[in-house]
């Protein structure tokens, strides 16, 4: 990667995009000053229809300026199909080179500010190519062109020429009104709106309880609040548009009536001629015709600058990082550095001062009691929330100097609230990615999962639905554990494994965990129940988001209840043979 001068920023993914689209629109921009200027072959026709042919008579003149303006015009349509195609392909390339930032940044955002709806800048890509593609960036190309025709309505006689200006600056008036009075009440719409989609997502995650507890109508209720006051917002929005609108309508006729009027006067005066006044009204027509445009693609126009605040800021929270070394394989050591880190966005601190350190290949079990801040140091082990000040090593490396994307290879986790996608059992257990069968079968044969998984209607190969939806709970957990230990990672984070598990779903773990120390994976596994303590080597008793102790099993065990307890912890299962380990 190259260096940049210190101080300097990356440019953005949207300034990137746009810089990448810029070819395409200085082409649009060529085309239509072509198109523009063969905009004033009617007018010159006009012209001379009115001031030779007709003076002349003369047929041959009548039929050579016909099938001239003919020929111009058919050059303008072809002009105008391709500009509309290359717009077109510019949306196209556009959408391709931000999509991709805008997902990794939207991924970003929620975790550095859970809750906000960076999602909707999914959506912004759309509106943000819609209007490179549609009427209004047609009205922004055409306006530059706005002086050529009112200077050759001034060449036909400065009355026309004024009219032309006055008139512009009146539509460009309302354009200006219709903003200052539509601005705030299209975003208060634009809110409600996200309000009532967001609303109605959370309820039907939940159908299940909507059903079983008699909350439909309550829930329903409380949609239609959102979804009633967004309607409320878009109607007094488009009242108030539409009074612009109509009013601009009106005036635009009015000036053509206006232009016709003061031709024939002009012509009655012997200033002009009938040629001049309708070339004039043609003129001014094209003239005009683009700042209307603009008036009446104004709501497209206001998305769009929306769109692309919202995609600047969501770039500005969270900014790419700059290229990593590539880091080779952890083996798995970690050591947790005097940590001060909490929920992303909120103020205080959940863990405080916290240290430890395990070697390569050790199982350590987190205990305490509920609200200890032993998932936050779950998430905190993966990278997943941020660090406010000491760090967490692997390897010796400090997280924040791996790839995320690279780091994620070499860790495995399953967190309390199991999140499985839309997919078949391959694809989850493979984290998406491209399938190895061989670490698959390894994977759910380590979790104990490998037999539940051929009870399926289709085995690997059966879809789960969103959010593993025909799955049972300890289905899900046991296909999350073995998604966990999919590719052998070699630090595996466990937020309360068990938490779902039948006996036998237990053994199965206890099982997996030895084994995991046998192929020198690291395992920090959150617990409350008392068996797993019978396999791992350290156990770190949390409590107020601090260490209250840390050591071996035995050690750690005999001091919290003493000796006569570490003699009744509970034997681990026996170590699979090789044909059961196969079987399962």
């Known amino acids: 990667m190259a260096n940049r001068p210190r101080g300097s920023r990356a440019p953005s993914a949207l300034a990137t995009s746009v810089k990448a689209t810029a070819p395409a629109f200085v082409t649009v921009l060529v085309f239509s000053f072509f198109i523009n200027i063969l905009m004033l072959v009617s007018p010159l026709y006009m012209l001379q229809v009115y001031e030779r042919v007709l003076a002349s008579r003369s047929i041959t003149t009548l039929i050579g300026i016909t099938i001239l303006a003919g020929l111009l015009l058919a050059v303008y349509a072809g002009l105008e199909g391709m500009r509309s195609r290359v717009l077109i392909r510019a949306g196209i390339l556009f959408d391709e ?94 809110q409600a709106s996200m309000a009532a989609a967001n609303n109605a997502d ?118 790419d990082a700059e290229t990593k ?21 909120q103020p205080k601190p959940i863990l405080q001062g916290v240290s430890f350190g395990i070697q390569a290949g050790e199982l350590l079990a987190v205990i305490g009691p509920s609200a200890a801040g032993k998932s936050s140091l779950a998430r905190v082990l993966v990278g997943v929330w941020p660090i406010a000040s000491g760090a967490v090593r692997l390897d010796g490396s400090d997280l924040s100097h791996w790839d995320p994307q690279l780091l994620g290879k070499h860790i495995g986790y399953l967190p309390q609230d199991i999140e499985l996608f839309s997919g078949t059992v391959a694809q989850n257990i493979a984290r998406f990615q491209e399938i190895d069968e061989a670490a698959l079968f390894e994977a759910a044969t380590l979790a104990g999962c490998h037999e539940l998984i051929q009870q399926l209607p289709n085995g690997y190969n059966s879809q789960i639905g969103e959010g593993g939806a025909i799955l049972s709970g300890g289905q899900r957990q046991r296909i999350g554990l073995a998604r966990a230990f999919y590719g052998k990672p070699s630090l595996v984070v466990l937020d309360e494994p068990n938490a779902n598990l039948d006996a036998a779903g237990e053994e199965a773990l206890l099982r997996a965990l030895q084994r995991a120390k046998q192929l020198k994976m690291t395992v920090v596994t959150i617990t409350h129940k008392i068996n797993i303590l019978a396999v791992v080597d350290k156990i770190l008793l949390m409590n107020g988001g601090t260490v209250q102790m840390f050591g071996d099993r035995e050690q ?23 044909a059961t380990g196969a079987a399962q």
């Not at 009427?135 to 530059?144: I, K, N, S, T």
């Not at 798995?332 to 550095?337: K, R, W």
């Open 202 to 319: 959370a309820t039907f995650r939940n159908t299940e309880v909507l059903q079983a507890m008699g909350m439909l109508q309550a829930l329903r209720t409380r949609w239609l609040d959102h979804h009633s006051t967004h309607l409320a917002w878009q109607a007094r929005a488009s009242d108030r548009g539409s009074v612009i609108l109509s009013s601009t309508k009106f005036f635009r006729t009015f000036i053509q009536i206006v232009i016709l009027g003061t031709g024939a006067y002009l012509v009655i005066e012997r200033e002009a001629s009938p040629g001049a006044m309708i070339a004039a009204s043609i003129i001014i027509g094209r003239a005009l015709a683009p700042i209307e445009l603009a008036v009446a693609s104004w709501k497209g126009f206001v998305a769009a600058r929306s769109a692309a605040a919202r995609l600047s800021m969501l770039f500005s929270l969270g900014a």
């Open 97 to 190: 080179k931000i999509a991709q930032p805008v997902f990794d940044a939207v991924h970003r955002g929620n975790l550095r500010q859970p809750g906000s709806q960076h999602k909707q800048c999914l959506k912004d890509i759309d509106t943000l190519r819609e209007f490179v593609t549609g009427q209004g960036m047609l009205a922004l190309c055409d306006a530059p062109w706005f002086p050529v025709f009112i200077g050759a309505a001034f060449i036909l006689h400065p009355y026309f020429g004024f009219i032309g200006l006055g008139a512009s600056v009146i539509i460009f008036g309302l354009s200006i009104l219709n903003e200052f009075i539509t601005k705030k009440i299209l975003n208060n719409a634009a």
């Open 325 to 345: 070394i590539a880091l080779p394989r952890p083996a798995g050591s970690v050591f947790v550095d005097r940590i001060l880190a909490g929920a992303p966005g």
């Open 556 to 578: 750690v065990l005999s001091k919290i209840a003493g000796p006569k307890v570490v003699s009744q912890t509970p034997q681990a299962p026996p170590q699979p043979t090789a």
